[in-house]
């Protein structure tokens, strides 16, 4: 996910990204006349960068039309954001790359979701979005909203500086458990909790924290499938 702001004089922005000569058998694409811009200037954090292709060469905005388009590639790497395209599917991937639907996709309650830096950092990385819990002790629930679309639940948890206990996972809508995870301790990290959904709504997910603790839960890095 990008967070850092983008900056550029224009009044409409698209984004275009490089992609493989393959995909221009397409019957979709329609032939332009567009021009490249060289007076634009993009300022990321008050600083004017310089958009570069995969090779390192430098590239322009295209202006078309009245909108002026950047090219996706040259963005991210301003950014400092990954970037891919999935020839097979026609798809531009930004950032974090994940084998499903991310939790953040989907409506969910958000008295616990964060994201200040502080807070979605775990063991050095910042995952950009999370469920966040500490200090208190408690009994916090998370619901999520699968809505019967997915099979699996791919969600990953870490216990922050004491011991996570009662872990358990409803299905509300039936008053089931699907899954009694019990503890998670310190020293298990971020561990990942597979659980099945298959015509589920919607999902709970109680927690017990101690005085003193806390949850992390990363919302791109849990996903359905």
Same mark, same amino acid.
């Given at each position: 996910?990008?967070?850092?702001?983008?900056? =550029?004089?224009?009044?409409?922005?698209?984004?275009?990204?490089?992609? #493989?000569?393959?995909? /221009?058998?397409?019957?979709?694409?329609? +032939?332009?006349? =567009?021009?490249?811009? @060289?007076?634009?200037?993009?300022? %990321?954090?008050?600083?004017?960068?310089?958009?570069?292709?995969?090779?390192?060469? =430098?590239?322009?905005?295209?202006?078309?039309?009245?909108?002026?388009? *950047?090219?996706?590639?040259? %963005?991210?790497? =301003?950014?400092?954001?990954?970037?891919?395209?999935?020839?097979?599917?026609?798809?531009?991937?930004?950032? +974090?790359?994940?084998?499903? $639907?991310?939790?953040?996709?989907?409506?969910?309650?958000? /008295?616990?979701? !964060?994201?200040?830096?502080?807070? $979605?950092?775990?063991?050095?990385?910042?995952?950009?979005?999370?469920? /966040?819990?500490?200090?208190?002790?408690? @009994?916090? !629930?998370? &619901?999520?909203?699968?809505?019967?679309?997915?099979?699996? *639940?791919?969600?990953?948890?870490?216990?922050?500086?004491?011991?996570?206990?009662?872990?358990?996972?409803?299905?509300?809508?039936?008053?089931?458990?699907?899954?009694?995870?019990? $503890?998670?301790?310190?020293?298990?990290?971020?561990?990942? &909790?597979?659980?099945?959904? #298959?015509?589920?709504? !919607?999902?709970?997910?109680?927690?017990?924290?101690? +005085?003193?603790?806390?949850?992390?839960?990363?919302?791109?890095?849990?996903?359905?499938?």
């Amino acid at each position: 996910m990008v967070n850092k702001k983008l900056i =550029a004089s224009v009044a409409g922005l698209s984004l275009l990204v490089g992609v #493989g000569t393959g995909v /221009y058998a397409g019957s979709n694409l329609q +032939e332009i006349k =567009a021009y490249l811009n @060289g007076d634009l200037k993009v300022r %990321v954090n008050g600083a004017v960068a310089q958009l570069n292709d995969e090779q390192g060469s =430098a590239i322009l905005p295209i202006t078309y039309n009245g909108s002026t388009y *950047l090219p996706v590639r040259g %963005v991210a790497n =301003a950014l400092s954001v990954a970037v891919d395209y999935n020839e097979v599917n026609q798809e531009v991937i930004l950032g +974090e790359k994940v084998d499903g $639907t991310p939790l953040n996709a989907e409506k969910f309650n958000n /008295y616990m979701y !964060t994201k200040d830096p502080a807070q $979605t950092t775990y063991n050095n990385k910042n995952y950009k979005e999370a469920f /966040y819990y500490h200090g208190e002790s408690g @009994g916090p !629930t998370i &619901i999520i909203t699968p809505n019967k679309k997915y099979q699996k *639940l791919h969600l990953k948890m870490a216990a922050i500086d004491k011991e996570l206990t009662g872990i358990k996972i409803h299905d509300l809508d039936n008053n089931v458990l699907l899954k009694d995870v019990g $503890t998670i301790a310190t020293k298990d990290g971020l561990k990942e &909790i597979v659980v099945d959904i #298959g015509n589920v709504k !919607t999902v709970t997910i109680e927690v017990q924290v101690k +005085e003193g603790g806390g949850l992390f839960v990363p919302l791109i890095d849990s996903y359905y499938k």
